[in-house]
């Protein structure tokens, strides 16, 4: 079946430390990766995604890349700022089953100046 | 565009009453809806999918008789939990998605029953 892992937290950074989040998935199709975040008291929002084996997304200042051959799909960021303070949701959507979603347990990253 | 906003926030409740939670697309028309729940420090699962002026479809183990679902227009799906219990206590999240596009999600709805 379709699963996700992502590595527990929470995740607590001084601003400008190198951020990694690992994510790793199991699926039966060809699925699409993508991250989400959740701010405080909002709803979630994309953060990037790929469709394909060695994709790489990117979206301000944060890259994934699609390994097929780990499984994995790990979010970076070079240099956190406190404002990137949220919870990170690692999911999938396999087109054989019908484009449902399933997510990772979600990383709180805290950064702190 | 793409915004889903959630109603209310945050609900508390005493066990046996129903509870109505409202998800709205806001600036597009919205095909289908989705309905997660996501328990603390575990993922968001997806309860059913409904589609405008059709019956919900639930996933396995989801109750349909007590999470009545609603999706009486492009814009608005409803989701009611009858006769709470505090094993319903949860995170209530919605999702709104156009055709041809990904889904976007509501901020969530906190329920707690007493």
């Known amino acids: 079946g379709n699963s996700v892992t992502q590595m527990e937290g929470p995740v607590t950074l001084s601003e400008e430390a190198f951020l990694t989040i690992n994510c790793t998935y199991t699926?039966?199709?060809?699925?699409?990766l993508f991250w989400y975040v959740q701010y405080p008291g909002e709803g979630l929002q994309l953060l990037l995604k790929?469709?394909?084996?060695?994709d790489k997304g990117s979206n301000k200042g944060f890259e994934a890349t699609y390994r097929k051959e780990t499984t994995s799909f790990h979010l970076e960021k070079g240099s956190v700022q406190v404002s990137d303070s949220a919870v990170y949701f690692c999911?999938?959507?396999?087109?054989?089953?019908?484009?449902?979603?399933?997510f990772g347990t979600g990383t709180s990253l805290t950064v702190i100046p | 565009g793409a915004v889903v906003s959630q109603h209310p926030s945050w609900v508390i409740c005493k066990s046996g009453t129903s509870v109505k939670i409202e998800c709205r697309s806001l600036?597009?028309?919205?095909?289908?809806m989705f309905w997660y729940r996501q328990f603390p420090k575990q993922s968001l699962m997806l309860m059913a999918t409904?589609?405008?002026?059709?019956?919900?479809?639930?996933e396995q183990g989801v109750e349909k008789d007590k999470f009545l679902i609603n999706h009486a227009s492009l814009t608005l799906s409803t989701l009611t939990v009858t006769s709470a219990h505090p094993e319903d206590s949860s995170f209530y999240i919605c999702?709104?998605?156009?055709?041809?596009?990904?889904?976007?999600f509501g901020p969530g709805t906190r329920l707690t029953v007493l």
């Open positions: 699926a039966t199709g060809y699925p699409s």
């Open positions: 999702s709104a998605r156009r055709a041809g596009d990904t889904q976007y």
């Open positions: 409904s589609n405008e002026g059709s019956k919900a479809t639930y």
């Open positions: 999911a999938l959507s396999d087109r054989s089953t019908g484009n449902q979603f399933y």
């Open positions: 600036d597009f028309q919205a095909t289908t």
């Open positions: 790929a469709t394909k084996a060695d």
